[in-house]
């Protein structure tokens, strides 16, 4: 008999639900939380002990061997980094470090600081070895961080799990990245995930999406913040100033069949306004997004029309 069992946990610096509705869930809900501690010890750019701090740690003295899994995320990032006009940087890591956003200490670091930090973030810099798996920063104090795209590769790697299960469906929710694996118990066997209402607190939505076999990746400027004065930064740097991108945009969802593609774009298309993102999401067949500017507007692909709610 099919059962549905769901459990929360607090890791990578914030909540994650997990819902499963199979004969064994109990069990699949168990190796779900395993799988999510193994990787973000893998992943984790906030853990002296973790996989990647071995990489970064060796910033300009030597290439360190990895796992294929970290080979492979540093890989995606790295070229999704390296083209033109992108707003993702996993080189950021110095800038991230500095600016604390969402940790405490957080501050606007001095101008001079900025610039020579910049200096270091080169993503041209990471260096692969394909045939020995292993990455070297070319710079001292060059630092990656993949806290943009762990959430949502980890998913993929959980999903493929779950395809080797007998499962009926699951719901993850990594603070924000939903994904949906199976049958929903609705009559279209679609899930319906909320887009929440910049404006409002949590779980207030301003729209919703029909999903199925997807992901629903969300970034928003209205979560991680640090207030100075009148001043608000966020948590989403701007790689060519070093300072929070600027926007209109108040959140940007990114709905995909990778979970990595969701936060590859929600990242790298950040810095442009509403319908700039609209336009190139058009072009790009594999994603569809949903906009929300800072006056409440929405904006959509064309793909997801008729799955909007
Ligand atoms: P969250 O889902 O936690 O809000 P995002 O997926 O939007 O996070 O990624 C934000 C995180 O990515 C930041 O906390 C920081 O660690 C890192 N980051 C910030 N700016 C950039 C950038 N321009 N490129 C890549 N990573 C970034
Ligand atoms: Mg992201």
Known sequence: MVKTHATQIRLMGTVIDIKVSAVNAKKIVRKTVDKLVYYEKMFSANREDSELMAINLAAGEHPVVVSNELFELIRIGKYHSCQKNSFLNIAIGPLVKSWKIGFSGAKVPLKTDIESLLAITNPEKIKLNDEKKSVYLEQKGM???????????????????YKRQQIESAILNL???????????????????GIQNPREPRSKCLAGVKAKNQSVVTSGIYERVLKVGDETYHHIINPKTGYPVETDVASLTIISHLSVDGEIWT?????KNSQEIVDEVNQLPEIECIVIDKENQLYYSIGIQSNLI
């Open 267 to 271: 990242t790298r298309l950040f810095g």
């Open 143 to 161: 630092f990656i961080d993949l806290g943009a795209l762990a959430k949502g590769y980890i998913s993929d790697r959980i999903v493929d799990y």
């Open 175 to 193: 603070g924000g990245n939903v994904i949906v694996y199976g049958e929903a118990p609705h009559k279209d066997g679609y899930f319906r995930v």
